[in-house]
C-alpha cells in the first residue's frame, strides 16, 4: 500500500486548503483511513479517521472547520480545511489500515496501530 499526500501550503488566518491522498493497493480495497499532524516538539495527532463502518470523526479543535471524505473511484482521501489557524500548522500525515477493528473517535488516538502512512505535506498557517 502507498500513500501520497498532496496539497499542503502557506495560508493566511482564515483560508482554506484541501488536503489529498492517494491511496495505492492491489491487494486491499477497505481500509480505516485517517490524517494526523504533528508540529515540532508535539506528538502526532489525530485530526479526522474514518473507520470501517465509513464512520467519520474529527478531533475536537478542528470539529466544525475541517472535512475528511474518500472518493471511492478515485482511490483518494480528503481533508478540507477551512477557517484555519495558526495553531493548525503542522506536518500533515494521511493514514490506512485494512485491518483496524477499532470503530469511531477511539481511532483518532490509534496512530500507533495504523500500518501505512505518507510521506506528510506541510501546513502552515499565518497570523
Known amino acids: 500500500v502507498q500513500l501520497v499526500e498532496s496539497g499542503g501550503g502557506s495560508v493566511q488566518s482564515g483560508g482554506s486548503l484541501t488536503l489529498s491522498c492517494a491511496v495505492s493497493s492491489v491487494t486491499y480495497r477497505h481500509y480505516c483511513l485517517g490524517w494526523f499532524r504533528q508540529s515540532p516538539g508535539k506528538r502526532r495527532e489525530g485530526v479526522a479517521v474514518?473507520?470501517?463502518?465509513?464512520?467519520?470523526s474529527y478531533a475536537d479543535s478542528v470539529k466544525g472547520r475541517f472535512t475528511i471524505s474518500q472518493d471511492n473511484a478515485k482511490n483518494t482521501l480528503y481533508l478540507q480545511m477551512n477557517s484555519l489557524k495558526p495553531e493548525d500548522t503542522a506536518m500533515y500525515y494521511c493514514?490506512?489500515?485494512?485491518?483496524?477493528?477499532?470503530?469511531?473517535?477511539?481511532?483518532?488516538?490509534?496512530?500507533?496501530?495504523?500500518?501505512?502512512w505518507g510521506q506528510g505535506t506541510q501546513v502552515t498557517v499565518s497570523s
Open positions: 493514514a490506512a489500515d485494512p485491518y483496524l477493528q477499532i470503530r469511531g473517535p477511539d481511532l483518532l488516538n490509534a496512530k500507533g496501530d495504523f500500518g501505512y
Open positions: 474514518i473507520d470501517l463502518d465509513g464512520t467519520t
